[in-house]
């Protein structure tokens, strides 16, 4: 799956998706992360207050990574080093 994101309802949408993708209900997302269902389903619902920690934890249990491109150029074809701070 590759998405562009520019707001916050279509990360939820994204998210949700990706849960799908992985075969996991609400419910299995929540307890994989220790949070309640219900907090996955507002961030589903409205991402607007996702920390960036959150996101990348539900990336990892979705299976999904997180690029950053310019706009206007294409996804990368092979994937980037990772960056060392």
């Given at each position: 799956?590759?998405?562009?994101?520019?707001?916050?309802?279509?990360?939820?949408?994204i998210l949700a998706a990706g849960r799908r993708r992985?075969?996991?209900?609400?419910?299995?997302?929540?307890?994989?992360?220790?949070?309640?269902?219900?907090r996955i389903s507002a961030l589903e619902t409205d991402s607007s207050a996702l920390t960036l920690n959150q996101l990348l934890t539900l990336f990892g249990a979705y299976e999904?990574?997180?690029q950053v491109l310019d706009k206007g150029?294409?996804?990368?074809?092979?994937?980037?080093?990772?960056l060392e701070w």
């Open positions: 799956m590759q998405q562009t994101i520019a707001t916050p309802f279509q990360m939820g949408q992985a075969g996991l209900t609400q419910a299995e997302a929540a307890a994989r992360l220790g949070v309640s269902q219900s999904l990574q997180l150029s294409s996804a990368p074809t092979t994937p980037a080093p990772a």
